[in-house]
């Protein structure tokens, strides 16, 4: 199953790793070993697992992929199949061609890095238009059972803390030195709360599933691999940022809209982006202020519990109305 050579480890490894050699997928005998009748999907499967999520999935055949999702479906059609793809899953090309992750019969979803990387990029000051425009993107590329299982993060094991990220604009690109030393100082952590808050409200209320990175919300900090990868703070929780959290799921929760409704844009411009999720039977609009000024906004008329139909959203703050 392995790609022996005569390098100084021996065998073709990912990306150079040499805890992580590289395999031959669609040998046989290795393609039965993971997905067979009496492979390693059907065997966690049956212990209870409801899905596997699979790294660098752009990586891997397709010939590999599709015997996954038979393995995986095998044992319950509800059973996830989830892929890490950074790029618009729909359309990328790799190995010379292009891969059909989400166009049926393959991947169930992926992950959300397109939403993750434009949520980031206008709370750090990119226009609205931005974030809007990659949303819509994904709406118009992917297809619905896709969309409604996408999983929305906003970080993870791969990339700095979000709010290190929010906090500052420092990379320390090869300097780990100084990235193991280095904190948020008061005014950053202040602000990168503030607008992590803002990006947990577009993850809980854009089209897909919210994932939380653990200790993202408790405030945890840090660089890239492995200064992200710290354990929890137990004991040392910002508790704002928990309760915050929990009053989101709350919302998402008790408002099955959220999980089935259309995406309807209002407004994007400057800091200032809104929308509505939509379904037969509930409508919610979503704006959120990434501005340092003040801001009246215009309530779709739907919405008649508004006085006058206006909004008055302070610096950074944001808007849920039934």
Known sequence: WYKFNSSKIGYDAWWGVPTLPEVYENDPAFTDFITGENGVIRYWLKKGIKGWRLDVADELPDEFLDKMRLAVKSEGEDNYLLGEVWEDASNKISYGYRRRFVRGRQLDSVMNYPFANAIVDFLKGNDAKYLLNTVLDICENYPPCAIKVLMNHIGTHDTARILTRLG????????????????????EYEKAVKLLKLAAVLQYTLPGVPSIYYGDEAGATGFGDPFCRKTYPWGKENTELVDFYKYLGKIRRENDVFKEGEFVPVTAENGLISFIRKSKDSKIFVAVNRNNFEIEIEVPKEFKKIKNQKCVLPPFTFAIIE
């Open 168 to 187: 500052t604009n420092e990379t320390f690109q090869g300097d780990r030195e100084s990235q193991s030393r280095f904190e948020l100082n008061e005014n």
